[in-house]
């Protein structure tokens, strides 16, 4: 019975201590939140907006990308690949047609604006 009483003293006071530390990890936590809100409020920070030439740059990647997973569809199903199906293959190959078309017509409405410009007189 004397070490049953040890070890429950030993159980007790490690209770104790996780108590304490758990109160203390609180108050700290507490203290964060209302220094968190109490704070005046910085200079919130502006997003950049995408530049034209970086949208265009992501638009012709992904249209690369579609084009490259068509090709990718097209060869499994070429070789038997029992995974692909040929509804999957031909929906990719409409998603990059339209895709290149779709970047092909921005192309040509870029193109026209700087030739219109270009005509202008000074």
């Not at 700290?28 to 200079?43: C, F, H, S, T, W």
């Not at 990718?72 to 929906?91: F, K, S, W």
Request: zero cysteines.
């Amino acid at each position: 019975m004397v070490q049953r009483a040890d070890i429950n003293n030993v159980l007790s006071e490690m209770r104790n201590l996780r108590a304490q530390m758990m109160q203390n990890q609180r108050m700290e936590n507490d203290l964060a939140i209302k220094g968190q809100v109490d704070k005046p409020r910085g200079p919130e920070k502006v997003q950049e907006t995408p530049g034209f030439g970086d949208m265009l740059n992501q638009a012709v990647n992904q249209v690369n990308d579609l084009q490259s997973t068509t090709g990718d569809l097209r060869t499994a199903y070429e070789q038997g690949d029992p995974n692909v199906d040929i509804t999957r293959v031909m929906v990719a190959s409409q998603k990059s047609s339209v895709a290149f078309d779709a970047l092909n017509q921005v192309r040509n409405k870029v193109v026209q604006a700087y030739e219109d410009i270009m005509n202008m007189p000074i």
